[in-house]
């Protein structure tokens, strides 16, 4: 394990071409993200995952405050195959959204392929579950 942090971080500076956050609501900004906003851990079948964003080691977190296309995190992902050597489960990324100090759940998300531009447009929602107590 202490060797494969190195080089699953080596793997991600092959992948991260940019990453930002991009701002506006009072006025137009660009905050910088790299990978010290990612969070490395191992899956139970043994896949590298990268959380962006955690928010754990008192990392800022990094916040948007507006919609729309120009908005929000903006990354661009090497996805092709790597040397040899370097694979990190094919070719493409699976995108999992999840909240911050949960682990991501493999079954829930989507793939990108190569050569793909996805948008994703989400909104969290809180839902409050109240039991009924019934008297007989």
């Given amino acids: 394990l202490h060797d494969a942090l190195p080089i699953s971080f080596s793997i991600l500076d092959d992948i991260l071409i940019s990453c930002v956050l991009k701002r506006g609501v009072n006025e137009s900004r660009e905050v910088p993200c790299d990978r010290e906003d990612f969070t490395l851990f191992l899956s139970s079948d043994g896949h590298t995952c990268y ?3 955690y928010g ?3 990392r800022t977190l990094l916040e948007t405050d507006n919609v729309g296309l120009k908005y929000g ?3 661009v992902l090497n996805t ?3 040397e040899e050597g370097k694979t990190y489960g094919g070719s493409g990324v699976k995108v999992i959204l999840h909240q911050q100090g949960e682990l991501p ?3 829930v998300g989507f793939h990108v392929p ?3 531009v996805t948008f994703v447009d989400m909104k969290k929602e809180k839902v409050f ?3 009924l107590l019934l008297s007989c």
């Fill in 56 to 58: 754990g080691e008192n």
């Fill in 129 to 131: 579950l109240f039991s």
């Fill in 105 to 107: 759940l493999k079954r």
């Fill in 114 to 116: 190569p050569g793909y």
């Fill in 51 to 53: 959380t962006l964003n």
């Fill in 73 to 75: 995190l903006h990354l």
């Fill in 80 to 82: 092709k195959p790597l």
